[in-house]
Nanobody, 119 residues
Framework: VQLQASGGGLVQPGGSLRLSCRAS????????SAWYRQPPGKQRELVAG???????NYADSVKGRFTISRDNAKNTVYLQMDSLRPEDTAVYYC??????????????WGQGTQVTVSS
């Protein structure tokens, strides 16, 4: 199984970005996902997580600005980021839990995508 993250980049404060993380390989379905970030010089932190429709959690710093979602048909998870602030600058990582075709559970990390918020 491979995770391909994309969507990062440079954006001005107040702008928006949508991160994507597509799972490919021998998987049956995604059962949960999360996005983490690691700001420069700091530890990795949880940004948002989900384990099904309407089962989500967010870091206080992003509540009301970020939205996590999943497209099961595409095996892709998303992080919509609005009203971005300079303090959102970080490398963002997706973390995805999947069932394989034998219904074994695995957890995978994406490669990280840089988000820079600056004027």
């Amino acid at each position: 199984v491979q995770l391909q993250a994309s969507g990062g980049g440079l954006v001005q404060p107040g702008g928006s970005l949508r991160l994507s993380c597509r799972a490919s390989g021998s998987i049956s379905r995604i059962y949960a996902s999360a996005w983490y970030r690691q700001p420069p010089g700091k530890q990795r932190e949880l940004v948002a997580g989900e384990s099904g429709v309407d089962v989500t959690n967010y870091a206080d710093s992003v509540k009301g600005r970020f939205t996590i979602s999943r497209d099961n048909a595409k095996n892709t998870v998303y992080l919509q980021m609005d009203s971005l602030r300079p303090e959102d600058t970080a490398v963002y990582y997706c973390n995805v839990g999947v069932f394989d075709r034998q219904q074994n559970q695995f957890e995978y990390w994406g490669q990280g995508t840089q988000v820079t918020v600056s004027s």
